[in-house]
């Protein structure tokens, strides 16, 4: 009996446990459980050690075209030849692909394979972070994507005037984030003994230990706010970056009241546990980890990167926002946060704009 189902291939390139892979697995189970019928493939560049393989929905089935690379724009070419034969051989109705890495060979291989398939391109990130090389690929390949899909209004707006577009057509989709399962994980018993209600308020931050994060301002604004009063600050996250906030922290004098435990994959019950979270990157896209914050009722700091911040907290409404990379109005927000907070229920309800919910009707009206 012939399978009439039609089929989505979702191009991603997750590479751990945070926000990225996270959306990406609330989006695969919104699809799973929607009503619409197709079959759903996972397509990865390189699927060895991927633990967070073992949480996608069952019926979601990985393609794993073989090539290990380290996400950098030219070694994604090497994608190319593998990602066309799989179109050839599987012929999807729709190819949806997430992060720059993997959007900007996306275009291509559709057009090599010789497939009359819907290609949508999902941006994350904002263009500032890209290379020239990207930047010159995108401009010839991009317009050739049926949908170009940004994660906030600031990144659509960005996209419109880099190719001409006009208002509207580069669609909005906030990232999936809130789901049912938050009050669950927000309930589970105390991760560290500093969030415990006995202790002194935390500052808490997530994310990887990289320059694009700048946790080296939110060290110098939390050793500001430490020296008006008894505070701790979590970091959670690894990266490259480590070794330098370390010696900061112990430059600063802060080092006793500072920890940074490495990547956590539930970050949830520290959020819920905290009294600030901050966010002191220097551009994002659409931070996921702010709108958890505000799901978990948390109090937010943030800088008014491109893009997303602002969005989110509604110009300052559900949170304060400074500008990027200056400690001293960082500190003032902190200690400003902590004095006067901002009703748990306007942060909660703002967090329900970002529904799993939302964000899958939102694709599914596209791909019909």
Not at 91 to 112: C, E, G, T
Not at 165 to 177: A, D, E, K, L, T
């Amino acid at each position: 009996m012939a399978n009439n189902r039609r089929k989505l291939a979702i191009l991603a390139d997750p590479t751990g446990g945070g926000g990225i892979t996270r959306m990406l697995l609330r989006l695969l189970w919104g699809l799973t459980e929607s009503s619409v019928g197709f079959d759903i493939d996972l397509v990865l560049g390189y699927a060895v050690d991927r633990p967070f393989l073992s949480q996608l929905p069952p019926t979601v089935r990985v393609v794993d075209l073989g090539v290990k690379t380290q996400r950098r724009t030219r070694e994604a070419l090497r994608l190319i030849p593998p990602l066309v034969r799989y179109l050839r051989r599987e012929q999807p109705d729709v190819l949806m692909a997430h992060l720059a890495y993997v959007n900007f060979i996306a275009p291509l291989a559709a057009w090599l394979a010789g497939n009359r398939l819907r290609t949508m391109l999902v941006e994350h990130n904002p263009v500032m972070a890209r290379s020239r090389f990207l930047q010159f690929w995108r401009r010839w390949w991009f317009p050739q994507a049926e949908a170009i899909v940004a994660v906030s209004r600031g990144m659509a707006q960005q996209l419109e005037a880099e190719f001409g577009f006009s208002p509207g057509q580069v669609r909005v989709i906030y990232n999936p984030v809130v789901e049912d399962e938050f009050c669950e994980q927000m309930c589970t018993k105390s991760p560290h003994s500093w969030l415990d209600d006995r202790q002194p308020p935390v500052i808490l931050a997530v994310g990887r230990l990289t320059p694009q994060k700048d946790f080296t301002t939110l060290l110098r604004a939390f050793a500001t706010v430490r020296s008006r009063c008894w505070v701790r600050l979590l970091i959670l996250g690894e990266g490259e970056c480590r070794g330098e906030l370390e010696r900061l922290a112990i430059d600063l004098g802060i080092d006793s009241d500072v920890a940074l435990p490495g990547f956590v994959s539930d970050p949830f019950p520290y959020m819920a546990r905290s009294s600030v979270f901050v966010l002191s990157s220097r551009w994002e896209g659409l931070p996921t980890v702010l709108i958890e914050a505000l799901a978990c009722g948390t109090q937010v700091v943030a800088t008014d990167c491109p893009f997303g911040s602002a969005e989110i907290l509604e110009g300052g409404r559900c949170g304060r926002l400074v500008p990027v990379g200056e400690a001293g109005a960082m500190a003032e927000a902190i200690a400003a946060t902590l004095a006067d907070p901002i009703p748990k229920a306007v942060l909660q309800a703002r967090s329900r704009d970002f529904t799993r919910h939302r964000a899958v009707a939102a694709y599914l009206e596209w791909i019909g």
